[in-house]
């Protein structure tokens, strides 16, 4: 038993596709999200820059006492996961092998799409990750210009059509049956990506089967957050005080505050209903 928050970033709104997912699935854990807006974007970036964020969001998370750190954005688990796997204790589960594992569980033809940014796509990340599932063979494409639509909170707009239309061509030339939604972004194009792609590909998003690895791991250690009166909690036990039932959820932002708040809450839910600013020194 372990009371202290999850934490999880992003370059901006999409991580918050993976916290609905961990808010879905482990409603009593404590959460600290940030996403670095004042810093976004990170796909196009070289990944020394990246990595640079990412240790230094890290060490802002660790900050809060996080029990584990949820690398909630494809382009930075690409450059950095394995750097800060290295220097941290604390466990830290990324996005990418998740989304390939969901892949390689819907395809029946083998033939898996992956859609990310430019960094993400020309890391190999995905490429890497998919030997561990050798009956699939992999078609990348990036999609340069998808998440900046997001960020503006345009989802759906004739523009986003035309652009996916566009993007979308490399996958549809391959007859893929499944792609893998590699920006945690791009879940919230859904429709449109869905449109173009057509009804017979399954879309593939890394946050549900990253809620169950983050699960899987809590309950390896027994740190999953009990909240008292809960079934599984002793008399006494020391993780959560009296007062604590209600999770507490955190949402940090590096870019404007009101933004954030306006299109977080409408994309993940009434859970966004506070945002704090964060200015980089
Ligand atoms: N959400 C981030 C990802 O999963 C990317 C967005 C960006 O380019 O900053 O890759």
Same mark, same amino acid.
């Given at each position: 038993m372990d009371g202290r928050p999850i934490g999880v970033f992003d370059? %901006?709104?999409?991580?918050l596709t993976v916290v609905r997912a961990l808010l879905d699935l482990l409603p009593d854990e404590h959460l600290v999200y940030f996403g670095d807006t004042g810093r976004? @974007?990170? !796909? @196009?970036? @070289?990944r020394e820059e990246v990595l640079k964020y990412a240790f230094e969001i890290t060490e802002l998370l660790m900050g809060h006492d996080v029990k584990l750190i949820v690398v909630g954005c494809n382009s930075a688990a690409a450059a950095a996961l394995t750097e800060l796997r290295a220097r941290y204790e604390v466990p830290l589960t990324g996005v990418i092998e998740p989304g390939l594992r969901a892949a390689a569980a819907a395809t029946?033809? !083998?033939r898996v799409g992956v859609i990310g940014t430019v960094g993400t796509i020309a890391s190999g990340a995905y490429q890497r990750a998919a030997?561990?599932? @050798? %009956?699939i063979e992999l078609t990348c494409a990036a999609c340069p210009g998808f998440v900046e639509f997001v960020e503006a909170g345009d989802v759906d707009s004739d523009q986003v059509f035309v652009l996916a239309e566009r993007l979308l061509a490399p996958v549809r030339a391959a007859g893929v049956d499944t792609l893998v939604?590699?920006?945690?972004?791009y879940p919230l194009l859904a429709r449109t990506i869905g449109d173009v792609m057509g009804r017979d590909v399954v879309l593939v998003s890394s946050g549900e089967e990253t809620a169950f690895e983050v699960a899987a791991v809590l309950d390896a250690v027994g740190a999953r957050r009990r909240p008292p009166g809960g079934s599984g909690v002793a008399p006494g036990d020391p993780g959560v005080s009296p007062g604590e039932a209600d999770a507490r959820r955190t949402f940090l932002t590096s870019g404007d505050p009101a933004t954030f708040r306006t299109l977080g809450s409408h994309f993940? %839910?009434?859970?966004?209903?506070a945002v704090e600013a964060w200015r980089w020194s």
């Open positions: 370059s %901006g709104l999409g991580g976004f @974007p990170y !796909g @196009p970036k @070289p029946r033809t !083998g030997a561990l599932w @050798p %009956g939604l590699g920006c945690t972004h993940l %839910g009434p859970e966004v209903d």
